[in-house]
């Protein structure tokens, strides 16, 4: 059973940076896709960043640049460092897993993740 648990979030002021982490329990595949999405309210969700386990990342023009994806595999951890932060950047964040997206291309779209954590809140004011 994959149990993914977001840390982090918080308050900043426009211009400033947050990072936030993402647990993985229960998963025991080699192979996986992981990413982080969010939704304001009144959005639709939106992939932020993903990052496979070879290390291949992708991020929308919207973040690219300023938000950076990593992974620690001896903590199974993930993590979203996010610099120079606007309110349009205020939302839910959730990260979310899959054994498998067959194309890069997919690994922002929230249909291809079947497992999801309960999010956690960034305020950028």
């Known amino acids: 059973h994959v149990q993914l648990v977001e840390s982090g979030g918080g308050s900043v002021q426009a211009g400033g940076s947050l990072s936030v982490s993402c647990e993985a329990s229960?998963?025991?595949?080699?192979?996986?896709?992981m990413g982080w999405f969010r939704q304001a309210p009144g959005k639709e969700r939106e992939g932020v960043a993903s990052?496979?386990?070879?290390?291949?990342?992708t991020y929308p023009s919207s973040v690219k640049g300023r938000f950076t994806i990593s992974q620690d595999n001896a903590k199974n951890t993930m993590y979203l460092q996010m610099n120079s932060l606007q309110p349009e950047d205020t939302g839910m964040y959730y990260c979310?897993?899959?054994?498998?997206?067959?194309?890069?291309?997919?690994?922002?779209?929230?249909?291809?993740?079947?497992?999801w954590g309960q999010g956690t809140q960034v305020t950028v004011s």
């Open positions: 979310a897993a899959d054994l498998y997206i067959p194309r890069f291309s997919d690994f922002l779209n929230d249909d291809k993740y079947h497992y």
């Open positions: 990052i496979d386990n070879t290390g291949s990342t």
């Open positions: 229960g998963y025991t595949h080699s192979s996986y896709c």
